[in-house]
């Protein structure tokens, strides 16, 4: 005879694993539950505090939100200089927690470029554009005639073949992050990864960056993530993924050309979500919400004794 009790914990043992489970394994990048602690002997910051984010292969998606956001620490993640506190990422395959030194080394080589937002971080200022888009490929071998010709291909796809022969000092700052774009997908990288790119342009260099990384997209091939706060960016690419306090809260997908925007909340796995700021003011809401269950949506409520009629869902059950 079949015992219920433990056909009970059966059915409670499958449902935590399939709670632990990540929510897909599609895209080219999968973060899941990611969270990113800083401790000192003071204080301790939470940069990332249950972060769910899937981009797939192909996509030019933006990543906004207010300093301090954890926006800029998924990037140290992604691009295998930090390492997560806990949960789940990996990029192209890799598992960014379970890498070895070499392997970190190696995948920082071939699969990731960075673009850093000061410019002066992104080239060496003793060689020439040429030279510093070449370099990057001698650490992977490739042989010296094919890197001079891939470095000059690459400077005349994102518009700087006119700088091959200039250093850095002799390039103003939008120059500089177009090269800086070009290193970046010197070795064919599976995901260009830039953080702030343009923060220190004026508008008409800061266009010709966003082309060139939109270049590296759609004629390079690459996947490219930008962190940025600049609205001429975000308003650019199809997908605009917010950050607020460590978790992704809220996507914006645009049709195409950039028209027909449209807001999304995201439901994390544990079926979190956040309320964009100025709901949350307009509606007076805070500490406790009531829900009710609609027959196509769910109602947020302020705890008030006015409401909707009927009672609300009951959270115990």
Same mark, same amino acid.
């Given at each position: 005879?079949?015992?219920?009790?433990?056909?009970?914990? /059966?059915?409670?043992?499958?449902?935590?694993?399939?709670?632990?489970?990540?929510?897909?394994?599609?895209?080219?990048?999968?973060?899941? %539950?990611?969270?990113?602690?800083?401790?000192?002997?003071?204080?301790?910051?939470?940069?990332?505090?249950?972060?769910?984010?899937?981009?797939?292969?192909?996509?030019?998606?933006?990543?906004?939100?207010?300093?301090?956001?954890?926006?800029?620490?998924?990037?140290? +993640?992604?691009?295998?200089?930090?390492?997560?506190?806990?949960?789940? &990422?990996?990029?192209?395959?890799?598992?960014?927690?379970?890498?070895?030194?070499?392997?970190?080394?190696?995948? /920082?080589?071939?699969?990731? @470029?960075?673009?850093?937002?000061?410019?002066?971080?992104?080239?060496?200022?003793?060689?020439?554009?040429? *030279?510093?888009?070449?370099?990057?490929?001698?650490?992977? /071998?490739?042989?010296?005639?094919?890197? &001079?010709?891939?470095?000059?291909?690459?400077?005349?796809?994102?518009?700087?073949?006119?700088?091959?022969?200039?250093?850095? &000092? *002799?390039?103003? @700052?939008?120059?500089?992050?177009?090269?800086?774009?070009?290193?970046?997908?010197?070795?064919?990288?599976?995901?260009?990864?830039?953080?702030?790119?343009?923060?220190?342009?004026?508008?008409?260099?800061?266009?010709?960056?966003?082309?060139?990384?939109?270049?590296? %997209?759609?004629?390079?091939?690459?996947?490219?993530?930008?962190?940025?706060?600049?609205?001429?960016?975000?308003?650019?690419? /199809?997908?605009?993924? !917010? +950050?607020?306090?460590?978790?992704?809260?809220?996507?914006?997908?645009?049709?195409?050309?950039?028209? @027909?925007? *449209?807001?999304?909340?995201?439901?994390? !796995?544990?079926?979190?979500?956040?309320?964009?700021?100025?709901?949350?003011?307009?509606?007076?809401?805070?500490? !406790?919400?009531?829900?009710?269950?609609?027959?196509?949506?769910?109602?947020?409520?302020?705890?008030?004794?006015?409401?909707?009629?009927?009672?609300?869902? %009951?959270?115990?059950?």
């Amino acid at each position: 005879m079949t015992d219920p009790h433990a056909d009970d914990l /059966r059915h409670l043992e499958e449902k935590a694993r399939v709670a632990q489970r990540p929510h897909t394994d599609d895209g080219l990048v999968v973060c899941d %539950n990611l969270v990113r602690v800083y401790r000192t002997d003071e204080v301790e910051v939470q940069a990332l505090q249950g972060l769910d984010l899937v981009v797939e292969e192909g996509e030019c998606t933006a990543l906004v939100g207010a300093s301090g956001s954890g926006k800029s620490t998924l990037l140290s +993640i992604l691009s295998g200089l930090d390492l997560p506190t806990a949960g789940r &990422a990996r990029v192209a395959g890799h598992d960014l927690l379970a890498l070895g030194r070499r392997e970190r080394l190696g995948y /920082r080589r071939r699969t990731v @470029g960075f673009v850093w937002q000061q410019t002066g971080r992104n080239l060496l200022p003793y060689l020439t554009a040429l *030279e510093n888009v070449a370099l990057p490929m001698k650490y992977v /071998r490739v042989p010296r005639r094919r890197r &001079a010709a891939r470095a000059a291909e690459l400077l005349d796809v994102l518009g700087v073949a006119h700088c091959r022969d200039r250093r850095p &000092a *002799e390039l103003s @700052g939008g120059e500089q992050q177009r090269v800086a774009v070009a290193v970046a997908t010197a070795n064919t990288p599976r995901v260009v990864l830039a953080d702030e790119p343009t923060g220190e342009l004026d508008t008409a260099s800061a266009e010709e960056v966003f082309a060139a990384l939109r270049r590296a %997209n759609e004629e390079l091939g690459a996947t490219v993530l930008v962190v940025t706060h600049d609205p001429l960016v975000s308003g650019q690419v /199809r997908r605009t993924v !917010r +950050i607020r306090d460590g978790r992704t809260s809220t996507e914006t997908l645009r049709g195409p050309g950039g028209g @027909g925007a *449209e807001e999304y909340t995201v439901l994390d !796995r544990a079926g979190r979500l956040q309320l964009p700021r100025d709901y949350v003011d307009r509606y007076g809401l805070s500490g !406790r919400v009531r829900l009710t269950g609609e027959p196509d949506h769910v109602g947020v409520w302020p705890d008030r004794t006015e409401g909707p009629p009927g009672p609300g869902p %009951n959270p115990s059950t």
